[in-house]
């Protein structure tokens, strides 16, 4: 994908500090930035403007109380604490999971260097916690590619020391394992690089993707021009048919079409998996991706449900509000690769503090901890709420000094940071190859469903919508004909309607 972090190279909060000129904010695949104003303060991304600007759907305590209800247990940190934000139809994917028992999960990382850091983290954290709950396939899709050709396009066609399509691979496989350190079941999770593994039905979904897709509508998503490599501008077409389960037959159990296994009964796609449900957790800029895809998704030839997203927050760069970590600048990330000493030495020297300038001034007047850099990565990574919630009424009450809260954080950041370089250590390449290699999933799904994920076939079985997919030995045609009907005057099957999403179609130009 694109990853689950922009997949470009934002400008550097840190850049141009003496010569800030009055700018929008700017939040695309390619540039996260934060406004700034005409005095040049950098000012704190607003997500409840891109709630309105990209038409999303703000996360409600309403969706964390149907959560629980499907699920039978208590939301995520991410969720209840709004980290994760917003969304399209998340509502329908646990209406899915609740009456079919299953849905494929789907997120990706965009390789860009040999360590991946804190910011890159968080959304592969939140698809583990879904996967795991949820119990379902999990494709994670690294673009290898892309960076390329976004690193080679940006650099007018010259290609630099280290930024080979070799060198991106070899980014992409040391991500793979930092990717399986945070603990993905092998059983249920599949990762692949684009440049090792497309093909087969995966390209044909694409190619016919991209047929759907106007240069003009493209441009006006993502802003190219005459300029733009035809590599680049095709890019999204694979990001987009990434989020189709028909794209991995072989995590199902059907045959795939490709060298060297020729098999005649996989030269036309398989209509059944097109009716397995998507859900896309990833940050807010990697959304303009996935409307284009949305308003697709029924034009296909055997048309797909709209894919649903949950979309978080950036994770915000060390120097403060406005910009987020960024793999090109080391002082504003903590590395999975930093020792303890260094995670220590960018806390203290370079996080932003929400504190008074003297403190005399901070004890009586308080400290403000929605900007303070330390408490905000505790946010994200303390579990305790009650602990979360005292931190920040002692801080704005003055009893807690900036010291004390960048020490809190240092050390919450030391024990995760340290617990995830032991389990790295033992990712060999023979590891990373357990998962990158296809084959089917094994996934239990919905335990409350009598109708559960099959184990023969990973498909969604007994119910009506894997019926009137008209996989063999289902029944005659017409039994499945009837079924179908049946389901539908009942309510059952999945509501396939015009999108809703801001204004009824491509934030495009067309």
């Not at 409840?48 to 940190?77: C, N, S, Y």
């Not at 087969?200 to 998503?221: P, W």
């Amino acid at each position: 994908m694109a990853s689950p972090e922009a997949v470009g190279a934002p400008p550097e909060v840190s850049a141009g500090i003496d010569q800030k000129k009055p700018s929008k904010q700017q939040i695309d695949p390619y540039n996260v930035a934060g406004e700034i104003d005409d005095s040049g303060n950098t000012k704190a991304i607003d997500y409840d403007r891109l709630i309105e600007e990209f038409g999303t759907q703000p996360l409600t305590e309403h969706h964390l109380r149907r959560f629980e209800e499907v699920t039978g247990k208590p939301a995520f940190r991410l969720m209840r604490r709004k980290l994760f934000f917003s969304h399209r139809d998340f509502d329908k994917i646990l209406d899915a999971y609740e009456k079919y028992g299953s849905f494929m999960l789907y997120t990706g990382r965009g390789p860009s260097s040999g360590s991946m850091h804190l910011g890159h983290c968080i959304p592969f954290l939140f698809t583990k916690e879904l996967q795991e709950l949820f119990d379902v396939p999990l494709v994670i899709m690294m673009t290898d590619d892309e960076k390329y050709l976004y690193t080679r396009n940006k650099n007018d066609g010259v290609q630099k020391k280290g930024n080979a399509a070799e060198d991106f691979l070899e980014y992409a496989h040391e991500n793979i394992k930092d990717i399986i350190a945070l603990g993905f079941d092998p059983k249920k999770t599949f990762i692949y690089t684009d440049y090792e593994y497309l093909g087969g039905h995966f390209y044909r979904n694409t190619s016919e993707f991209e047929s759907l897709v106007t240069f003009n509508q493209a441009s006006g998503a993502f802003g190219f021009n005459a300029s733009t490599s035809i590599g680049f501008a095709a890019y999204m077409a694979k990001q987009c048919a990434a989020a189709f389960p028909s794209s991995y037959p072989e995590l199902f159990g059907y045959p795939d079409y490709r060298p060297p296994h020729y098999d005649p009964s996989a030269q036309r796609r398989h209509k059944a998996l097109a009716s397995i449900p998507t859900l896309i957790p990833c940050a807010i800029d990697q959304e303009p991706y996935f409307r284009i895809l949305r308003d697709r998704c029924e034009r296909m030839t055997d048309p797909h449900p709209k894919t649903c997203l949950i979309l978080s927050k950036f994770l915000t760069a060390l120097q403060g509000p406005g910009g987020k970590m960024s793999a090109s600048d080391p002082n504003s990330a903590i590395f999975m690769s930093d020792t303890p000493a260094q995670i220590k030495n960018k806390i203290n020297k370079h996080a932003f503090s929400g504190g008074r300038e003297t403190a005399e001034d901070h004890k009586k007047y308080g400290g403000n901890p929605d900007v303070d850099v330390a408490y905000t990565y505790l946010s994200y990574f303390l579990e305790d709420d009650a602990e979360l919630e005292d931190l920040a009424q002692k801080y704005r009450s003055g009893e807690m000094m900036t010291g004390e809260m960048k020490a809190r954080c240092i050390a919450e950041l030391q024990k995760f940071v340290g617990e995830f370089q032991e389990r790295r250590k033992e990712i060999t390449h023979e590891v990373m190859r357990t998962y990158t290699t296809p084959r089917k999933m094994e996934y239990g799904g919905n335990p409350r469903v009598k109708a559960s994920p099959s184990e023969a076939n990973g498909s969604l079985t007994e119910t009506p919508a894997a019926a009137a997919a008209g996989k063999d030995g289902r029944g005659t045609k017409g039994e499945r004909k009837a079924a179908k009907l049946a389901a539908k005057k009942e309510g059952k099957l999945p509501v396939r309607q015009k999108d809703q999403d801001g204004g009824g179609g491509d934030a495009t130009a067309s």
